[in-house]
């Protein structure tokens, strides 16, 4: 049955379709092809030091990505993290062209990405052409966020069609070997291969290891394998727990940042949590998730006609959007996909109902609801996760029975009390530095009498900070002599000597008493101790080394990341930042004191 299936509500569809892809062409497309932002440089300035010569083992650091802008004369604030290396890969043959040049060249691609999705799936699914039409525009936020800040989901979402387009032919190698690629780009691919594996489809799911293998080998090639190593032992556990960036913010409006600012607290990001009990917000994270997974799962023996396979497609990528660590308005052009499977065969009112949510959910409208994000009122304050619940909802209702229902209930109750009973991690020694407060903290420094750090307020470029205010602008800084030196990306990555008049040893590995994975040691101001940071097998911590001994001590080692450590000017502590209970790219400051 056809959702419009009257000549005049036809032509209405199609010129309302026609409306909005002018505006589109005026207000996205244009824009797209004149300027260029954080996510495209985050992918083109690695993509450009590969093919330029220069070692990414690296990149996942502030101070690199911002030598690296600083090589390409770009101001910029922005990092490689948490992204999968094959991202660069994707920039690697643009990266030869200028920033402006390279993001006029992937926002063609891009666009030409999209159009291909809409013809895959035109000819695929029994929709009308201006509904589908109404299933790439009506997303507007969603697609021009994608073309502005050029990450590559208009291309995932090509993939994703013609994977779905395959699989529904019974291609079932063409199927996974197509989602290979989204798997290794954004994860988001994963969520099938269970699925391929429980419904007995082995060639999907081998199409789908094979390429990642092979897709992974490649991008080890042309990269180099540091890069990906550290991907894997620092990136990957921390998306997974959801614990990027802000891991608070209710921007994102996903399951595990709902979780986590109901109860985790985080006196400066979640200061209004209900209660303090990390292990409840892993339980209620994981629970929700399988609660999300595990029906499609459970329905997938006993109906695996075309229209069960299309809602549980849809089912499982909509969970994928909803069980991320972040969505972005732009991540939710992947929901044109199963948006457009929900369409086929929708009645009038089910086909509103799946448009509206797809609007309302790729919209700022659910951005307007974050002042409400304290304490109980947090359950109100991410419409967008309520509306892809809804999608999902719309998605599984005719496939869930009792016996679907009550398998999903104990796999739930079992993944969330294997989260909770895993291990929670204590605070670092000593205190945190109060008056160091915001997002991006990093490099704290002790001179004059007053700590100095790193920061961007204002997200656009670096500046050093103090609890006086602004000290002035730059990538890292250093004390000799009392006074604050302020450094030059390029300068604090390169080597320096060890010498009594100064604070830092150098930036480049050091093998200390066997500890060849070390970085960003200082030398104390008596010459006797150098302190830095070493990779424990599970995260950084802050070490202390006896250069006349030879003598290693630890000054803060826990589960979650220390870094970037320096002494206070009477050598009696060490400052540093931490990770705990925050995200990547988001430490507070700590001060401990030495007691070697």
């Known amino acids: ?34 300027s260029y932002r954080n996510d495209f440089l985050n992918y083109y300035l690695p993509a450009r030091a590969c093919l330029q010569g220069r070692p990414l083992d690296r990149a996942y650091e502030r101070l690199w990505m911002a030598a690296e802008a600083e090589r390409a004369g770009i101001p910029f604030v922005g990092l490689f993290m948490p992204n999968p290396p094959p991202n660069a890969l994707l920039l690697v043959p643009l990266a030869g062209l200028g920033p402006a040049a ?9 666009l030409a990405a999209l159009a291909g999705a809409f013809l895959v799936l035109r000819r695929a699914l029994a929709i009308d052409t201006g509904l589908l039409a109404l299933a790439f525009l009506v997303p507007s936020t969603a697609l021009a966020t994608a073309l502005g800040y050029g990450p590559p989901y208009a291309l995932l979402l090509l993939l994703c069609a013609l994977a779905f387009a395959s699989a529904q032919r019974g291609h079932e190698w063409a199927c996974g070997l197509l989602l290979a690629p989204v798997a290794a780009l954004k994860l988001y691919a994963l ?3 269970p699925y391929f594996l429980w419904t007995r489809r082995w060639r999907a799911a081998a199409g789908l290891v094979l390429g990642l293998l092979a897709l992974g080998a490649f991008s080890v090639a042309v990269l180099g394998l540091p890069v990906h190593l550290t991907y894997l032992r620092e990136m990957l556990p921390a998306s997974l727990d959801g614990r990027i960036i802000d891991p608070y913010s209710p921007y994102w409006q996903t399951l595990a940042a709902v979780s986590r600012r109901l109860f ?41 006609g075309p229209e069960q396979q299309r809602r549980q497609w849809a089912a499982l990528l909509v969970a994928s959007l909803a ?68 999608l ?18 104990a796999a739930a109750l079992a993944a969330g009390l294997a989260a909770a009973a ?68 390029v300068e604090a990555l390169g080597p320096g000597p060890m010498s009594e008049d100064q604070d830092r040893v150098g930036a480049q590995p050091v093998d200390f008493d066997g500890q060849a994975d070390a970085r960003r040691p200082r030398l104390s ?72």
């Not at 390279?102 to 891009?110: E, P």
């Not at 209620?284 to 006993?302: I, K, N, Q």
Request: glycine share 6%.
């Open 191 to 193: 969520a099938l291969l």
């Open 1 to 34: 049955m056809t959702p419009i299936d009257s000549r005049r509500g036809l032509f209405l569809l199609r010129v309302g379709a026609g409306v909005l892809l002018a505006l589109h062409l005026a207000f996205s497309v244009a824009p797209a092809f004149s």
């Open 392 to 409: 999902w909802a719309l998605a599984m209702a005719p496939l869930l029975n009792r016996r679907a229902l009550a398998r999903s209930g």
């Open 102 to 110: 390279a993001k006029a060249a992937w926002t063609a691609l891009l």
């Open 422 to 489: 895993g291990p929670v991690s204590p605070p670092p020694p000593g205190q945190r530095i109060e008056a160091a407060r915001g997002l991006l903290l990093a490099q704290p420094v002790e001179c004059g009498g007053t700590v100095a750090w790193v920061s961007s307020p204002d997200r656009t470029r670096y500046s050093v900070l103090s609890a006086q205010g602004t000290v002035a602008t730059g990538d890292a800084v250093r004390c000799r002599d009392g006074e604050l030196l302020v450094e030059r990306a």
């Open 525 to 596: 101001r008596d010459g006797r101790w150098v302190v830095y940071q070493a990779w424990s097998g599970q995260s950084w911590d802050v070490r202390a080394f006896e250069v006349a001994s030879g003598r290693v001590v630890n000054v803060a080692a826990t589960a979650d990341h220390e870094i970037e450590p320096s002494w206070s000017e009477d050598g009696t502590r060490v400052l540093f930042a931490s990770g705990y209970r925050r995200g990547l790219f988001g430490y507070a400051l700590y001060e401990a004191p030495f007691r070697p």
């Open 323 to 390: 069980t991320s660590p972040m969505t972005a308005s732009y991540h939710l052009v992947l929901l044109v996909l199963p948006c457009a499977l929900l369409l086929c065969d929708a009645t009038p009112r089910r086909a509103a109902a799946v448009l509206a949510l797809l609007a309302f959910a790729a919209s700022p409208l659910p951005h307007r609801f974050t002042p409400l994000a304290h304490g109980w009122l947090n359950l109100l304050a991410a419409p967008r996760l309520l509306a892809l619940l809804a």
């Open 264 to 304: 985790q607290f985080e006196p400066e990001l979640n200061p209004a949590a209900v209660a303090d009990i990390p292990r409840l917000a892993s339980f209620l994270s994981r629970a929700a998730a399988a609660l999300l997974l595990v029906p499609v799962l459970a329905s997938a023996r006993t109906a695996d």
